[in-house]
Every structure is written in C-alpha cells, then in structure tokens.
C-alpha cells in the first residue's frame, strides 16, 4: 500500500485523503474501513501532536466517610473483608454506618453521643465492637472442656510415636 | 469551510469513480459492459447484466447502512451497569497517570482514579458500531493483548468469531514487513482491537504504532496509565481485571458476528 509510514503526521483519514487526492492511491485501493470512518469518525481526532486536555481530577469523597473514619480509629481493623459485590452479609463497618445513620436520621441522639449509641445498637444485634462488653462465653467453654479429654492423649501419642508402631499392624498383615 | 466541502466532494467523487472501477473488474466475464458508462450499465436489463445489478444493489446497502447510526443494533449489547459490574471503572493508583486520559477520569477516589463510565459507554458504543461494520464488509479483524493472564481467552473469541489474533512476542515486521516476515505478500488487518494496549508495565503496544503507520484503524482499551493519542477508536476503562476483559471479549465478538450475519442476511445466504 502506498503511504508514508510518518505515524505522527496527521491521522491515518488524512493521509489516505491526501494520497486519493494527489492520486498516488486509486480509488478502488481506497482502504475498506474509509468510508466507515468518514460516516463515523471518532470523538478526539487521533493526532500524535494532540495536547492533553487540562482537567482537574476532583477527589470523591461521600458524607459517610467521616463516620467511616471515625470507626476505624476507635476500633481499629475488624478482621477480612470480603469485597465481592455478591456477598449477602454486609461488612462490619457497613452495618455500623447503617445504624449511625439511622440514629441520626432519626434525630433523639445528640451529636457526641451517636457513636457509642450506634455501637450500643449493634450490641444488640450481638455484634460487640467492644470485646470487654461482650458475654462470657459459659457454653462454649464447656463444650471445649468436654472435647479435651481425647484431644490431650493425642498430643501426649504423638510426642512418644515411633514410626515402627505406626506400620506394626500394616507389617502383621502381610 | 469551503476547503472542507471540497475535500468531501472530491472525495465523493473519487467514490464513485471507485465503484465503477469496481464494478467492472468484478463483472470482467462480460467484457460487452465494461466500457459502458456507469449510467446505461444501470439501464441496461439483459441477463448478463444481473451480477453488476446485484453488485451495485450491494454497494447501495453499504453506502446506507452507513447514513444509520446504529445499523447493527450494538448500543443495546450492555449498559452502564454492566461496566460497573464488572469493574470497569477502575483504573489506576494516582500518579501513574497519563496527562491525555484525564479527560475521561472521573475522580480520584482515595487515591485511585475512576473512569467516567458515562464517557466509556458512548466510546464503547461507538467502537462496537465500527468494528460491526468492518466485519459487514468482510474485513479482517486482528485481537491483540499482551497480558499472558488473557491471552487463552483474547485467543478463544478470535476463534469464536473467526477472526485472528496475536498475543504473543511482537516481531518487529508483523506490519510494516509483513512480506519478509511471513514469506509471502500477506494482506494485512483492516482493524485491530488490542483489549490491553501495554506491551509492557511501560511500554506500548508496537501494534498501535505500526498500524498507525500502516494505515490500519485501532480500537484499544485505554487504562488511565495508557496513552490514547494513536489509538483511532479509544475505549477508557480497565485493562487489568479479567472480569472486564470477559466483558470486552463478549462485545467485541458479539459485535463482530452481528456484523457478519447482516451480511449473510442482505446477500440472502
């Protein structure tokens, strides 16, 4: 194809255009995509010497990142998150911001005390934030006192396990 | 202005004398209306005239599925949502950015930029559009990435579509010396999609600027790290996710079959 390899020169339409005109192309070799530019040609003319357009990058940011802020340094990391837009459980700090928002919206709190009563209203739903608040866990702890007893000689076996012991009866068989 | 109206009628012009030339190096077998002019090869009804007809009834159909804006119906193959869903917004850590893509960038969220997806969509839609049309003209279309991540899938949708791709090494000549590289005279693609223009962290894509060279139109996806100004049909938006590029992949093909049965369509195939 005839054509001067300059990329930076004008745009691929205009070289082609100049090249029909001058009659250095034939028509019949005219590219297949030129009619389909000239019908659609594209938003920002694709020149090399373009300059950049001078738009400022605003930061975004929602009203809800103040309380957001204000979770993570009372409370620091709540453990993984899990990011996928499918997961049915919403984070810790979502729900928080939830019920802030909804104590807020519903205006009986004053302002100071909104954090410690949205945490207080998630206590309720049995999410403590602060573990100190949180109830001895009686139930549990006797369950594991009831799994220990076999748990321990497991650990005492495998300290005193020999690997001969470990094939004896596979070795009796044969 | 008036330079403009001269530019177009010349062109037109040079069109029509194109679809003459055309016309009659297709209908060589009858060698009775090649010297006819192109207004009484329309008139004429005679048998061996019913392949120039069908000839220039097809070059009717191309020249106005080109005055519809959306002739292949592929402005209802996604929406904004869509984008969303699949991350298309995000782009990259502030700072990495290329000075040319901030027209497209919404914000800086916490210190990464966000793509204006009301911009991506309308350049989607308008890449979509185009590279259905080369495919209704039975051009050639080339998919090219780089990423070693998407190449089995960029390689699968060429397949699917019949069409080609490339996501290997770049030899230098894969264009602009095609003869020497492949051993042959090779026709070249009428369009390239690269669905990550990066060749590498830094670098771009050679595709991008021997096409430029080559003549060949490009259609890229463009990170805000990338540099739009060669690419003729940029598409900002994320480059990286593989959730965005399974969303790509699935326009572009679905684009490109649409193209290819409206064709089979008009000829009555």
């Not at chain 1, 700090?93 to 919206?105: A, D, G, K």
């Not at chain 1, 549990?140 to 001969?164: F, G, Q």
Request: charged share 25%; hydrophobic share 35%; aromatic share 8%.
């Amino acid at each position: 194809m005839a054509g001067a390899r300059l990329e930076k020169i004008g745009t691929i339409f205009t070289r082609v255009t100049g090249l029909l005109n001058s009659g250095a192309m034939k028509p019949q070799d005219k590219p297949l995509w030129y009619d389909i530019y000239e019908a659609f040609p594209p938003k920002y003319e694709p020149r090399f010497d373009r300059p950049p357009v001078n738009k400022d990058i605003p930061p975004i940011f929602y009203p809800e990142d103040i309380i957001r802020a204000n979770f993570y340094k009372k409370y620091g990391s709540t453990g993984t998150i899990s990011l996928s837009d499918r997961n049915p459980r919403p984070s810790l700090c979502q729900r928080f911001v939830q019920e802030y928002q909804r104590l807020e919206s519903e205006g009986n709190t004053p302002e100071d005390k909104l954090m410690e009563e949205a945490a207080l209203a998630l206590e309720a739903h049995g999410i403590y934030l602060d573990k100190s608040h949180a109830p001895p866990k009686e139930t549990k702890t006797e369950e594991m006192d009831e799994d220990e007893p076999p748990r321990a000689p497991k650990t005492v076996k495998l300290d005193t396990l020999r690997l001969a012991e470990l094939f004896k009866e596979s070795q009796d068989e044969k | 202005m008036a330079a403009l109206s001269r530019r177009i009628f010349t062109h037109y012009y040079a069109w029509c004398w194109g679809g003459v030339r055309q016309r009659s190096l297709a209908s060589c077998t009858s060698p009775a209306l090649t010297s006819t002019p192109a207004v009484e090869e329309q008139l004429t009804q005679s048998p061996p005239a019913t392949t120039t007809h069908t000839e220039s009834s097809m070059d009717q159909i191309l020249k106005e599925s080109l005055k519809h804006p959306d002739y292949f119906q592929v402005a209802q193959l996604f929406t904004v949502e869509d984008l969303f869903r699949a991350r298309v917004h995000l782009g990259h850590v502030e700072g990495t950015g290329d000075p040319h893509m901030n027209q497209f960038i919404f914000g800086s969220r916490l210190g990464h930029h966000i793509i204006d997806l009301d911009q991506t969509a309308a350049h989607l839609r308008h890449a979509l559009n185009i590279i259905a049309h080369i495919a209704f003209r039975e051009g050639i279309i080339l998919f090219v990435g780089r990423l070693p991540q998407h190449q089995y899938l960029i390689e699968c949708t060429a397949k699917e579509c019949g069409e080609y791709s490339h996501c290997r090494y770049w030899q230098g000549g894969v264009l602009t010396n095609s003869t020497k590289q492949f051993g042959s005279i090779t026709r070249l693609p009428d369009l390239i999609i690269l669905l990550h223009s990066m060749y590498t962290t830094v670098q771009q894509h050679y595709a991008i600027r021997d096409a430029a060279k080559m003549l060949i139109p490009t259609v890229a996806i463009v990170d805000s790290n990338c540099n739009p100004k060669l690419v003729t049909y940029p598409i900002p938006g994320n480059d990286d996710s593989a959730i965005a590029i399974e969303l790509y992949c699935r326009l572009f093909k679905n684009a490109v079959l649409k193209g290819k049965e409206k064709r089979k369509e008009v000829l009555g195939l």
